[in-house]
């Protein structure tokens, strides 16, 4: 099938590649000249695990090609995805939608034949509805299908999440459109995928709706860590133990920092948006943003119990800074507000991450970038791990025991307690 993608952030460069790999011919288009000239030699822009080859493959064949001319490409193609930000306004929580409606405006001037339009971005209730009145101003109705189609990509994951899905939504009013997706999905269902076919409304709530459910859920076990801390129980046991029951299953369950990234926090605090637009209380998932807006502050006031509140002069070190492993997006990571406390408290902070320097601490006191993990771990008082990263877990903490001061604070419990504790060194994790 011809497909286009507009818009090649996350996304849309991950699915317009995948598809491309299905055998597909996409077009992803893009605003940014240089962004687009890159991305033809093959420089990716985000930094993803798999997708600079998949990249590479697929332009090679032929299959996958990029411009900036979204009117050529929509001609050229049999279905649109719109795959632009919806970021959160400012001063409101609602999302802004100006990009989505912006690229339906472009795309009816563009309409040849009959088109189906897909919204993946990740929009409030009723937005379809509204992208369908903006194209129909200038089309006639029997020239295209507006339908919903949410992705559910993990960042670092984005290309097993995309090829092993675990369903793919699709909400459409339309028989004919439903039909053509279900055919371009079929090598995805044929692999053991669920077709979910809803309404476009419902369709664009289960986004909502799941991203808020696995914000409580990670929110829920957070909370019951913290009760871990005071009764001398592990919170890996506790997830292990209701995990287990396939009502609640064992996903999602561990226990860290708070939740940070692009998507959770903006969109619980959309769906709460909605939800008041229509007069309902979703009094769950407001006190979840809550909790996670709190968890910050009650992970440092254990590290001044932990450090006696002697932070001022001492060595703290982190590694990994981003909002979770496998990516170097810093949006909403929980570091952002570690790091600038324990700095105004006088400690003198390392980090390391295997993304490289953040700008974000360039102008922070007493911060500085650790070009390894053994030169952040040497002649610190506390090492914080931040990030769940492969190269953390095969640390030989043997190697520094001599070093009888070191405390390792395990935000990510990726070490086993009672091993640390044998080599003399003094152990937190979260939730025991
Ligand atoms: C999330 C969803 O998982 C995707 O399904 C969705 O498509 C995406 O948002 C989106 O809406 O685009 P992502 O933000 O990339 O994906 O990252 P997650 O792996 O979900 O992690 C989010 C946060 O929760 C991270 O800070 C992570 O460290 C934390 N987390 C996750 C936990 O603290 N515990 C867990 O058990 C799982």
């Not at 317009?16 to 077009?27: K, S, T, Y």
Request: charged share 25%.
């Amino acid at each position: 099938m011809k497909l286009c993608m507009i818009g090649t952030g996350y996304v849309g460069l991950v699915s317009g590649v995948c598809f491309a790999d299905l055998g597909n011919d996409v077009i992803c288009v893009d605003k940014d000249y240089n962004k687009i000239e890159n991305l033809k030699k093959g420089v990716v822009p985000i930094y993803e695990p798999g997708l600079e080859e998949l990249v590479l493959k697929n332009h090679k064949n032929k299959r996958l090609n990029f411009s900036t001319d979204l009117s050529e490409s929509v001609k050229k193609s049999d279905i649109i995805f719109i795959c632009v930000g919806t970021p959160t306004k400012k001063n409101s929580n609602s999302a802004d939608l100006t990009q989505v409606y912006s690229a339906g405006k472009e795309i009816s001037k563009s309409i040849n034949k009959f088109k189906i339009i897909i919204n993946k971005s990740t929009v409030p209730v009723a937005t379809g509805d509204k992208l369908e009145k903006i194209i129909n101003k200038s089309v006639n109705k029997k020239y295209f299908s507006v339908v919903s189609n949410p992705e559910f990509l993990r960042e670092g994951e984005a290309i097993r999440d995309f090829i092993y899905p675990d369903r793919v939504v699709v909400g459409s009013n339309n028989k004919k459109a439903t039909k053509i997706l279900r055919n371009l999905y079929s090598p995805l269902v044929s692999k053991g995928a669920k077709f979910v076919s809803t309404n476009r409304r419902a369709a664009e709530l289960i986004k909502y709706a799941s991203n808020a459910f696995l914000a409580t859920k990670i929110t829920f076990i957070n909370e019951i860590a913290n009760l871990c801390e005071k009764i001398d129980v592990n919170i890996e046991d506790i997830s292990i133990g209701i995990g287990l029951d396939k009502r609640i299953g064992s996903r999602f369950l561990r226990a860290g920092p708070a939740y940070g990234g692009s998507c959770f926090p903006k969109d619980t605090k959309a769906i709460v948006s909605t939800a008041d637009k229509f007069k309902t209380n979703l009094s769950v998932i407001k006190s979840v943003i809550k909790s996670n807006k709190i968890r910050s502050d009650l992970l440092l006031k254990r590290v001044n119990l932990i450090m006696k509140n002697k932070i001022n002069n001492k060595t703290i070190s982190f590694l990994g800074v981003t909002f979770k492993a496998n990516t170097d997006d810093m949006r909403d990571s929980s570091s952002l507000k570690l790091i600038p406390y324990l700095s105004k408290k006088g400690a003198k902070i390392k980090y390391y991450d295997p993304t490289g320097f953040k700008k974000e601490f360039e102008n922070l006191k007493n911060t500085e970038f650790s070009n390894s993990i053994n030169e952040a771990i040497k002649g610190s008082d506390l090492v914080i791990i931040h990030t769940e990263w492969n190269d953390f877990k095969s640390i030989n903490f043997k190697k520094y025991s001599k070093n009888k001061k070191l405390i390792i604070y395990d935000m990510r419990n990726i070490f086993s307690p009672s091993k640390i504790k044998k080599l003399g060194l003094k152990y937190y994790g979260i939730g025991c």
